[in-house]
């Protein structure tokens, strides 16, 4: 965010500070631990952070589990890698399952005071009686119970007497509220469910807007930012921190990030995992942190990528391609550049010695001049890409066809002095010869081509992605969004030829394969066999689409 206008949350912010309404400023960030994060959620963690740090304040990473049914411990565990991972470190690490027993004595004050009751309603007499934006609601007739009477029961609801949905506790508002969600809302609710912390001790569980200001008060929050979806429960947020007369937090909302060609909710992505239309949440086709991790997004991209984005009020859907960009522009600074030829067709030049190889040097990175060159063999027999050499090429190509000259990158020019096609047609071999320093001197040469040498190559497998989705908001189209799924969002190359220094190239680094794009090391390599995942081309391919 830095060098860019102030966002309304920091004008916010500022005016606070100078006012002295408080003198540090306290965040947090609270995922529910019931799927892996998502860009969205990247979004969230550099606000979040990122204005505790750019304010000298402090972020709290706090878990929202209270829904024992979704959540478990593997989630809790990749939250927090992924949150380290972008560049963050929380000042305290809470989950609001540590304030269960805090929660349940607010409830009880909150009884005490007159102000919530058990309903035997079920839920769905509770949303037949909750009436609408014309027409208030019905109260329920266990609405005016004696506060011991309320008192024993919510007792009695903690101790396990009732079967789900038996009873609920309500707080006590105002059945014809403009605001639906003022309709005594839902604080409480019997769920007899193994919780992945509190184990068994529970059976009663906290309603999202009973647990969430009354989390961010204990903690002090001072300015709990939240999406735009929320927007109507600030009233009940601020009534029930006024009713319980705890710390004032205060409730913010922005709008929610999305991203084209991708579906952004934890339920539509674990649907994804579930029916293995990918690999897993960290499938490098997914909009998840883990995903984008493995797919060879750097932290820095996804940090400058949600500032370009910026915040706002207005949700709106953010183009995959400035997504892609901020990668390309981090990789071009950092990615050593190496040659890998996908698509191999042999070419031979005839007047090199057969079985002798020479090093030539090689920049590992022309952005980046302090890592020097790499020394590669080169001999008589070199793979090139198949699409690097026409028969009959039309006026504008530039690589290699009959009596064409071409740079072969760090190595010298070649002249094509004939080629060999197999009994199917195609392109079998290309012979060429090496042009002298003589020779050279009286041709000119437009192209530049990458080449792997056949003798020491090592061989590798290939993953392409492309988007997802075939249409730019699946989530929207009519019908199941899984329709929508891109079948050929993975092509799988099995045998590429790679420089062989890359052989010692580790899990998760990241290279420039000359002319193809970005390339790291995915985690399903062995060492039998190394995997790059393509992390993204070198230009926007869907520009012109
Ligand atoms: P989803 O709907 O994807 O499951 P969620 O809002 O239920 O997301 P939480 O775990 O509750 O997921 O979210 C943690 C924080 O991240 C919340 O403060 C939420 O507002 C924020 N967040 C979630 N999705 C986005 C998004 N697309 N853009 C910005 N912030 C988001
Ligand atoms: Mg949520």
Redesign the pocket.
Known sequence: MEGQANNFLEDIIEKHLEEGKYDSIQTR????PN?YL?I??A??ICLNFGLAKKYGGKCNLRF?DTNPLAEETEYVESIQEDVKWLGFQWDQLFFTSDYFETLYGYAVDLIKKGLAYVDDLSAEEIAATKGNMEKPGVESPHRNRSIEENLQLFANMRAGKYQDGEKVLRAKIDMSHPNLLMRDPLLYRIKHAHHHRTGDKWCIYPMYDFAHGQSDSIEKVTHSI??LEFIHHRPLYDWLIDKLEIYPSHQYEFA???LDYTV????RLLQLVNEKHVSGWDDPRMPTVSGLRRRGYTPKSIRDFVASMGISKRENSVDMGLLESCLRNDLNKEALRRMAVLDPVKLIITNLPDGQNEMVSSENNPEKPETGDRKIPFGREVWIEREDFMEEPPKKYFRLGPDRVVRLKSAGIIRCTGFKKDEKGEIEEIYCELLTDEQVGEVKVKGTIHWVNVSTAKTAEIRLYDRLFTVADPAKQEGDFKEYINPDSLVTIHTAYIEPCLAEAQVGDSFQFLRKGYFCVDKDSSEKKLIFNRSVGLKDAWVNK
């Open positions: 960030f609270p995922p529910e799927g998502h969205g959620h979004a969230s929202d939240c999406t929610r990030r999305n952004m909710s934890k339920r």
